[in-house]
């Protein structure tokens, strides 16, 4: 797991999406599965939503980490990620643009 949060070095466009795409699917597995056992094992529904919540903040700041080591391969940088409305536009190219490492 230490790949998902290594902030050194740029990242290639391939890599971006696989590990993009893998941060997003388990967090979605683990933190619906925090939710399940905290609704049912404990019967309470806010303790289930707390572990979701814990869960998908643990794995949305691993999908940051990915975009800012996208965009130091693209030399942009990281704070546009944050700039509303221009971050779209970030996202896009970080899809789409090849970079450095490529």
């Known amino acids: 797991m230490e790949f998902l949060y290594n902030t050194q070095g740029p990242l290639g466009r391939q890599a971006f999406v696989i590990r993009l795409f893998v941060v997003i699917l388990l967090g979605a597995i683990v933190s619906f599965a925090l939710y399940?056992?905290?609704?049912?094992?404990?019967?309470?529904?806010?303790?289930?939503?707390?572990?979701?919540?814990?869960?998908?903040?643990?794995?949305?700041?691993?999908?940051?980490?990915?975009?800012?080591?996208?965009?130091r391969d693209?030399?942009?940088?990281a704070i546009f990620a944050f700039v509303p409305v221009y971050n779209l536009y970030v996202l896009l190219l970080a899809f789409t643009k090849a970079g450095k490492s490529q």
């Not at 693209?74 to 940088?77: A, E, F, N, Q, S």
Request: aromatic share 24%; charged share 10%.
């Open 36 to 71: 399940q056992a905290g609704y049912y094992f404990l019967h309470f529904e806010t303790v289930g939503i707390f572990w979701a919540m814990l869960g998908g903040f643990f794995f949305g700041w691993a999908a940051i980490v990915q975009l800012m080591r996208r965009l």
């Open 74 to 77: 693209l030399d942009i940088p």
